[in-house]
């Protein structure tokens, strides 16, 4: 059966020593009071190795918000996939939209970050989503399923069992404005439908499906309770460890 999830994405919030209060303030809380899914928080690459240092792997684990789309060399101020998974991370994020829009990662370069994030042994929380523009052009459906094809449908099944995916709508994230329930629910069906067409039925039903945009703890029990929603991706609501944990409480 798949995986219930909640990852946290600080992005560049929370210097050195508010990142490794926040850690271990959550790492007490969730040794305290045992989670009924996985826990993972996606850190600022500075934070990740002392961070790994501090938590509990069995209650918590430890992402990177982004890799390199190189293995090594004269790449200045990049950070590759295997100095992340040299870090003690387990995780890292791809696709994120802030990276797709600021940062101009196209499906190519992403197809080679998740290559590279794989071969070095790091799961990837893959992103997807469609912009308020593409949903009022009823294309939402379209627009995941190209950015599936783009940057993860090349992988193996094998590979692919490392693969989760978070639907994020762009409209709703840091906005306010969630998806309803119903509209993620769809949305996350239509992608388990393209998972399965690529993949079989089993593998679809084996990989979870996260949503994104503004959960926090009043609307994560109604969303977390649609079958085909397997979990979040919190942004905002995971720099408190109060707030996140409310959210981990939905399962
Ligand atoms: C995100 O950026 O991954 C996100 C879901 O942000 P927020 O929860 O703040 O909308």
């Excluded at 990852?7 to 007490?28: I, R, S, T, Y």
């Excluded at 069992?161 to 309803?180: D, Q, R, S």
């Amino acid at each position: 059966m798949r995986k219930k999830i909640v990852a946290g994405n600080w992005k560049m919030n929370k210097n050195l020593q508010e990142g490794v209060a926040l850690a271990k303030e959550l790492n007490g809380l969730l040794v305290a009071d045992k989670p009924n899914c996985e826990v993972v928080i996606c850190t600022p690459f500075i934070h990740l190795a002392t961070v790994a240092g501090l938590i509990n792997n069995e209650v918590l684990q430890l992402g990177a918000e982004n890799c390199a789309d190189k293995a090594s060399g004269a790449y200045t101020g990049e950070v590759s996939a295997e100095m992340v998974k040299s870090t003690g991370a387990q995780y890292v994020i791809l696709g994120h939209s802030e990276r797709r829009e600021y940062y101009n990662e196209t499906p190519e370069i992403l197809k080679e970050k998740v290559d590279l994030a794989l071969a070095n042994g790091l799961k990837i929380l893959f992103c997807i989503g469609e912009s308020l523009e593409q949903r009022e052009a009823n294309q939402q459906n379209e627009v995941c399923k190209a950015e599936l094809e783009g940057s993860v449908f090349h992988l193996t099944p094998e590979q692919w069992a490392n693969v989760v995916i978070a639907y994020e709508p762009i409209w709703a994230i840091g906005t306010g404005k969630t998806a309803t329930s119903d509209q993620a629910e769809e949305i996350h069906a239509f992608i388990r439908s393209c998972v399965a067409e690529k993949y079989g039925q089993e593998v679809a039903d084996n990989t979870s499906i996260l949503y994104g945009g503004s959960c926090k703890g009043s609307n994560a029990p109604e969303l977390f309770a649609k079958p085909n929603i397997d979990g979040g991706l919190i942004g905002g609501a995971s720099l408190k460890a109060s707030d996140f944990k409310e959210i981990i409480d939905a399962f």
